[in-house]
């Protein structure tokens, strides 16, 4: 089915491309895993080895395929559209988002186009209207999760918004962002009070994503099977 820019048979066309292999022919024996969020999930200025999917998907692997599906720019708007694209062609068995910023909001005009907080467009939108618009996608992510019979989890890369989504699956003391630097006396010899950098200089380097993979295996592993 496809009704205007929403499909339930093919993802939204990208200019970056999905940072994971063709999925069509779709390889048999193990089930998917579909990992969704923004540029700092895509993993831009880091190697294909260096962003945190990549070391997620270590976890498992015996039983359980990782796509990528981030998106640079992807608000919650967007990446439920591309949630939806799945159903036929990934049919996923876990989902997982991580969710950015929720002022962010997709234009669905002559084209799909993605709306960051200081759009012209997003001027009339303020913090009640950011959070319920968060709240919808949530909703919708877990409604496809209960139509597929999926397992969901959901983490942010820079904002947590938690507290508003306690009842479920959330790994909620830590985000991308904060999750580095910190201190371990046990297994650190060196103390670090820097953010780690990528490579544009400006999304967050290798150290976030190694950690951040790391505590969410250490929350969820169990569940991710």
């Known amino acids: 089915m496809r009704i205007g820019f929403f499909s339930d048979e093919s993802l939204p066309e990208t200019v970056h491309g999905y940072r994971c292999p063709p999925w069509d022919p779709m390889p048999d024996g193990k089930k998917n895993v579909v990992v969704l969020g923004c540029s700092h999930t895509w993993g831009v200025g880091l190697d294909d080895d260096q962003h945190w999917v990549h070391h997620l998907s270590q976890h498992n692997s015996d039983r359980l395929r990782y796509w990528n599906l981030a998106q640079p ?27 950015p910023v929720w002022s962010r909001r997709e234009r669905l005009s002559r084209e799909a186009e993605s709306l960051t907080s200081d759009a012209d467009q997003l001027k009339h939108e303020d913090d009640e209207t950011d959070k319920n618009n968060f709240l919808k996608n949530v909703f919708l992510v877990q409604k496809f999760s209960e139509h597929m019979g999926c397992k969901t989890f959901h983490c942010f890369a820079e904002d947590s918004y938690a507290d508003h989504i306690k009842q479920l699956n959330v790994l909620d003391q830590y985000t991308l962002r904060n ?3 910190y201190w371990d006396s046990r297994t650190q010899r060196q103390k670090y009070d820097k953010p780690s950098l990528a490579k544009d200089g400006v999304h967050f380097g290798t150290e976030h994503h190694e950690r951040f993979a790391e505590l969410f295996i250490q929350r969820f592993g169990r569940k991710l099977r």
């Open 73 to 99: 720019g992807a608000s919650a708007d967007k990446i439920v559209r591309i949630l939806l694209g799945c159903e036929k062609t990934i049919n996923p068995k876990i989902i997982i988002v991580c969710w």
């Open 179 to 181: 999750c580095w630097p």
